[in-house]
């Protein structure tokens, strides 16, 4: 099956500093990827659409400025956490869709999960 | 636009009984639906997904579902469970044919399996 490849897995950052997530479709190309925020022992809730070459579409409530996503080419899509605070701690998980597969289906990386001191 | 609604939080069972976890949604187009795993600190697995045809669907691991159009449900079910299937499991839904959109996620349910 397709491959969703997510980087780094865990990391720990100092509050007020920037965070860089990446999303890598490893065999397929991926027009449109999806970031999700999962709380613990708590359903994964869409942050945002990130689709390639083009500005990402943000779920309600979900500050732009501060998640800043960008989809460069068809097999990246990067999430960045700006001026990261305690309460951005989460799991962060993206998926994509194969754009060669019409059912919807998403293909999620490992997930990566932020701690913010 | 859609939802999900997974109407059990935690279901514990003992090794090698049958289970069913409970999904239903929401929609006013037709949907693709999907069951996912999710072990600890990892991603989400595809169990097994409906798009059309046969309603009774069989995955991985020895999971099925069965997708019931007038009872707006999707329920997962295995007739005899192992250890290792203790995770986190979801339903979820996409408006079918509509490939750009994301998928929506019922809140979880947990699977103990105690021997």
């Known amino acids: 099956g397709a491959v969703v490849s997510q980087h780094p897995s865990r990391v720990i950052c100092k509050s007020g500093t920037s965070v860089k997530i990446e999303c890598r479709s490893l065999?397929?190309?991926?027009?449109?990827m999806f970031w999700y925020r999962q709380f613990p022992k708590q359903s994964l809730m869409l942050m945002a659409t990130?689709?390639?070459?083009?500005?990402?579409?943000?779920e309600q409530g979900v500050e732009k400025d501060k998640f800043l996503i960008n989809h460069a080419s068809l097999t990246l899509s990067t999430l960045t956490v700006t001026s990261a605070h305690p309460e951005d701690s989460s799991f962060y998980i993206c998926?994509?869709?194969?754009?060669?597969?019409?059912?919807?289906?998403?293909?999620f990386g490992e997930g990566s999960r932020l701690t913010v001191l | 636009a859609q939802s999900v609604t997974q109407l059990d939080s935690q279901v514990p069972v003992f090794e090698e009984a049958p289970v069913e976890l409970r999904c239903n949604y929401s929609?006013?187009?037709?949907?693709?639906l999907f069951w996912y795993v999710q072990y600890p600190n990892q991603g989400l697995q595809l169990l097994l997904k409906y798009l059309s045809g046969s309603t009774l669907v069989k995955g991985i691991n020895g999971f099925e579902a069965e997708f019931n159009k007038s009872q707006t449900s999707f329920h997962l079910r295995k007739p005899s469970v192992h250890i290792s299937d203790t995770a986190e499991y979801f339903c979820a839904v996409s408006g079918a044919n509509q490939a750009g959109t994301a998928l929506i996620f019922g809140k979880g349910t947990t699977l103990s399996v105690s021997s």
């Open positions: 065999d397929f190309q991926a027009t449109t």
């Open positions: 929609s006013s187009v037709s949907v693709y």
């Open positions: 990130s689709n390639e070459g083009s500005k990402a579409t943000y």
């Open positions: 998926s994509a869709r194969d754009v060669q597969i019409s059912t919807g289906e998403l293909f």
